[in-house]
């Protein structure tokens, strides 16, 4: 198995990756969102570029069956419903609901990703989740890490290193490139202290500092959300039955 | 002091260093070629983008006066003195002559950090000679690792780790963004191992299927080099008296 890791959006555009299984990652906070509203019984989410795309594709749909939601520089967006937070996509919100998801980074990381044959997000929440229907998929892989305003992110880094561990073990494997193996160095390091990762990184502190430091604890908890989102027709729908039994 | 590594020179390039002192590295192996040639008393090295640039520079120059270096795709080029591994660069070879030099990541990383207030180039061989300079500039830093055809490279991370070490010591600096506290602490996993962590990486496999394995030996050595090559009027001096005795 091939497995390369992009450190940012950016660094995958204009890539093809028809034969790959492509997983996404931005832990701070877009696929934490995406698992959690799926995981709360959201249908689908559907990620746009901008929040005018947001307001206008959800126009023309019953007032009651969607939630807008999204940031710009980690704020909540006027007239959105929710924000980025994923501990606001409870079940009465996101329940039966279309979720409308804009935000910078994660957005562009998807839709870089969008040629690969199968497409997955992941987050802490769910990352061996994901691992497992990626594995089960047969094909060479590419994790995408959204980053930060185009900057390498040591927090999705890490998460895809746990996932580079999960699909490839510790040893060592020729067929990573020198992300995958960098991303596996730093998960190892990082193991049972995602919490002090993240407050050692950039864009954690950034949230700290507007007064979001709950979310850091919520997406540092590794394995609690069972649904895997996987890309279909410009939307990540849960791949596996949510109302499955946790492990 | 801030201090941020990019992982690229395409990730450097349209950004401003005025204020900063730059520190570029290409450990395989444009900037150990550079530490080499000025070691072995090369008058300069001059990097250009092009093969033919390198010759039309070199064109009205005395014949014995220099030599012509550098690579594609890692291997030599036809009607060039030497290729682009330092073991050519030797005293009777380089002593005495301007080093003409076009390589493909390491001539774009200079260039990309050419607004740098102060500009040196890096390798393992005179890492922690040149954090010492840059350090006496009193300067905020930057790194940035010329990468591999564009990618991510795990050994001048590893190498920019070592920089940054020099800079700071192992505690947490808040003014270092995520990939200077990555290369941190890969510098840290890779510490005497840096010969394991070359045939680990896709360069290091590159240059050896080509029968370059001895440059990674070489390359692998730390502080074996005095020489602190600076950035002046677009060529490489030794900033420190090459001639001075070695630790």
């Known amino acids: 198995?091939?497995?390369?890791?992009?450190?940012?959006?950016?660094?995958?555009?204009?890539?093809?990756?028809?034969?790959?299984?492509?997983?996404?990652?931005?832990?701070?906070?877009?696929?934490s969102v995406i698992a959690t509203a799926l995981d709360h019984g959201a249908v689908d989410v559907v990620p746009v570029a901008t929040p005018e795309e947001a307001?206008?594709?959800?126009?023309?749909?019953?007032?009651?069956?969607?939630?807008?939601?999204?940031?710009?520089?980690?704020?909540?967006?006027?007239?959105?419903?929710?924000?980025?937070?994923?501990?606001?996509?409870?079940?009465?919100?996101?329940?039966?609901?279309?979720?409308?998801?804009?935000?910078?980074?994660?957005?562009?990381?998807?839709?870089?990703?969008?040629?690969?044959?199968?497409?997955?997000a992941a987050s802490f929440l769910n990352a061996r989740a994901v691992s497992r229907e990626v594995a089960a998929t047969g094909r060479d892989v590419v994790i995408i890490c959204a980053g930060t305003v185009g900057r390498f992110d040591l927090v999705d880094t890490v998460c895809a290193g746990l996932v580079v561990e999960a699909l490839t073990g510790p040893a060592v494997a020729s067929e990573l490139n020198d992300l995958a193996v960098a991303a596996r160095e730093l998960y190892g390091l990082h193991r049972g202290k995602l919490i002090e990762l993240m407050h050692q990184c950039y864009h954690g502190q950034r949230l700290v500092s507007l007064g979001m430091g709950d979310d850091l604890v919520y997406c540092a908890q590794e394995d609690?959300?069972?649904?895997?989102?996987?890309?279909?027709?410009?939307?990540?729908?849960?791949?596996?039955?949510?109302?499955?039994?946790?492990?």
């Open 224 to 247: 609690t959300v069972p649904v895997v989102p996987r890309w279909s027709d410009g939307r990540l729908v849960p791949s596996t039955d949510p109302t499955a039994p946790r492990a």
């Open 55 to 120: 307001t206008e594709l959800a126009r023309d749909w019953p007032q009651d069956s969607y939630l807008l939601g999204g940031e710009r520089q980690a704020l909540p967006l006027p007239g959105f419903h929710v924000g980025n937070s994923p501990r606001e996509y409870t079940p009465d919100r996101a329940g039966g609901r279309r979720v409308v998801l804009t935000t910078t980074n994660g957005t562009r990381a998807l839709l870089a990703a969008r040629s690969a044959a199968s497409l997955f």
């Open 1 to 31: 198995m091939r497995l390369d890791v992009y450190p940012t959006a950016a660094s995958a555009e204009g890539e093809r990756f028809d034969s790959r299984a492509a997983v996404v990652i931005d832990v701070l906070r877009a696929t």
